[in-house]
């Protein structure tokens, strides 16, 4: 009713006993609320009630950063490369050296059974190269080839120095550690190296290197680049 009045308005005869029992609802529920409804105004306890009944937990953002990497070795330092064709160089050669296997132990038993070396020389001498170039020089050859060939390249900061990991003669993991100063780049690029560590030819993929960086500075690409004019001078006087 006070807020008809101050609106101006009237109310009709029959609504006031309908305000008034409206109005006694309302204290008596204020009285039964908590302490702290009590002082606040009639139009906020409903929103107050609402808002004890509905409880909020305010959860703060965490984020964990890490500089420790999954690929750090405490002997040979950090993971910067992978070859990619690892298991397909051990397959290779694995067969190979089993197809020489296969063919040392029955080229005896050809031999007693075919009575080859009891014919002519020129048909001993024929298969006796065959046989010993595909027992031998295969084996020998693909192990030329792939002796280089870097299965993972591990790079210790503190020293500057890196770990190259490849496969020896008996298909097990062979470590050559060399530091940046010691790789040699060769004049004239070849099939199957890509740079010199010490007197070892070393072949790479430069595009496996997980970030460019660490390929320049192993190559040396990251230092500073100096020309000297008389050098090249003489080097052209003596042409």
Same mark, same amino acid.
């Given at each position: 009713?006070?807020?008809?009045?101050?609106?101006?308005? !009237?109310?009709?005869? #029959?609504?006031?006993?309908?305000?008034? #029992?409206?109005? !006694?609802?309302? *204290?008596?529920?204020?009285? !039964?609320?908590?302490?702290?409804?009590?002082?606040?105004?009639?139009?906020?306890? =409903?929103?107050?009630?609402?808002?004890?009944?509905?409880? /909020?937990?305010?959860?703060?953002?965490?984020?964990?950063?890490?500089?420790?990497? !999954?690929?750090?070795?405490?002997? +040979? #330092?950090?993971?910067? +490369?992978?070859?990619?064709?690892?298991?397909?160089?051990?397959?290779?050669?694995?067969?190979?050296?089993?197809?020489? %296997?296969?063919? #040392?132990?029955? %080229?005896?038993?050809?031999?007693?059974?075919?009575?080859?070396?009891?014919?002519?020389?020129? *048909?001993?001498? =024929?298969?006796?190269?065959?046989?010993? /170039?595909?027992? /031998?020089?295969?084996?020998?050859?693909?192990? /030329?080839?792939?002796?280089?060939?870097?299965?993972?390249?591990?790079?210790?900061?503190?020293?500057?120095?890196?770990?190259a990991i490849t496969y020896n003669a008996i298909l097990a993991e062979?470590?050559?550690?060399?530091?940046?100063?010691?790789?040699?780049?060769?004049?004239?690029?070849? %099939?199957?190296?890509?740079?010199?560590?010490?007197?070892?030819?070393?072949?790479?993929?430069?595009?496996?290197?997980?970030?460019?960086?660490?390929?320049?500075?192993?190559?040396?690409?990251?230092?500073?680049?100096?020309?000297?004019?008389?050098?090249?001078?003489?080097?052209?006087?003596?042409?």
């Amino acid at each position: 009713m006070p807020l008809l009045a101050a609106l101006g308005c !009237r109310a009709s005869p #029959g609504l006031k006993p309908w305000l008034r #029992g409206s109005r !006694r609802l309302f *204290l008596a529920a204020r009285e !039964r609320s908590s302490p702290s409804l009590r002082s606040l105004p009639g139009t906020l306890i =409903a929103a107050t009630k609402k808002e004890e009944q509905i409880p /909020f937990c305010h959860v703060k953002a965490l984020c964990c950063f890490s500089t420790s990497s !999954r690929h750090e070795n405490p002997e +040979y #330092g950090r993971l910067i +490369y992978s070859g990619n064709l690892a298991r397909a160089v051990l397959g290779v050669k694995f067969f190979s050296y089993s197809t020489s %296997m296969f063919s #040392g132990c029955m %080229m005896p038993i050809l031999l007693l059974k075919t009575g080859v070396g009891l014919d002519s020389l020129p *048909l001993q001498i =024929a298969f006796y190269s065959v046989v010993g /170039f595909f027992t /031998f020089i295969t084996p020998v050859t693909l192990h /030329f080839i792939t002796k280089g060939y870097v299965i993972r390249l591990y790079h210790k900061a503190e020293t500057d120095t890196y770990t190259a990991i490849t496969y020896n003669a008996i298909l097990a993991e062979k470590k050559t550690v060399f530091h940046q100063k010691d790789v040699k780049i060769p004049n004239i690029s070849k %099939m199957f190296t890509t740079f010199y560590a010490k007197t070892k030819s070393m072949l790479v993929n430069p595009l496996l290197f997980q970030y460019p960086q660490d390929y320049s500075h192993l190559m040396g690409y990251d230092k500073p680049f100096t020309f000297d004019l008389e050098e090249a001078k003489n080097s052209i006087e003596d042409k």
